[in-house]
């Protein structure tokens, strides 16, 4: 006879869960990697928004209609406005060469606290900065289609544009908050850590 699923349910939570032990090596090396991915990851951002920049002047210079060359000129201000708030928002120091054990994973966890917390947040300063602009161009692209006389492909493809843009939109916000998980595993690993 088999045991109720509550009685397997509570057996099952009430086991003790198996973290790896971590030496404080392990966890120097761990906020030394961390610090690496996010200088690499705000080098890959400044290249991406130099790159947006100068897409984004081709638009304001050379697209046809003021909804489009506005919505290009509101790109540039949201790359730029995002690119303030990189380094305001990263994470402190997450290594501490010489100290405590206690000292140094607390600043290795309090770095990842930062960073989860800024990964949780980013739909609000990474992500809507872009929306007038993206409505903006995806209404001017209408706009110049419906000018030719085809109101239809005109709705059509502001449909189509807005679609794609929010699909994009959703992908970084879903991948951050996949970020913000692995971020809040490695937190909870130190936490046990810690209560040992």
Request: glycine share 8%; charged share 15%; proline share 5%.
């Amino acid at each position: 006879m088999t045991p109720e699923p509550d009685t397997l349910q509570t057996l099952w939570q009430s086991q003790k869960q198996e973290i790896d032990a971590m030496t404080l090596n392990d966890i120097k090396a761990k906020a030394a990697r961390f610090e690496h991915l996010v200088r690499h990851r705000a080098r890959w951002q400044y290249g991406s928004a130099a790159l947006s920049i100068l897409l984004f002047c081709t638009y304001v210079w050379f697209m046809p209609g003021w909804m489009l060359k506005a919505g290009g000129a509101l790109e540039m201000l949201a790359v730029l406005y995002t690119l303030t708030q990189i380094p305001r928002r990263a994470p402190p120091k997450a290594t501490v060469a010489d100290g405590r054990p206690v000292e140094v994973v607390d600043a290795y966890r309090g770095a990842l606290i930062h960073q989860r917390d800024e990964m949780t947040a980013v739909w609000r300063w990474y992500l809507l900065p872009y929306v007038p602009g993206i409505v903006l161009m995806a209404a001017g692209s209408g706009v110049a289609i419906h000018g030719g006389g085809d109101i239809g492909t005109a709705y059509a493809i502001l449909a189509l544009a807005l679609t794609i843009a929010a699909l994009c939109l959703v992908v970084v916000w879903l991948a951050s908050l996949l970020g913000a998980a692995r971020l809040q595993r490695r937190i909870d690993d130190l936490n046990h850590l810690l209560a040992e």
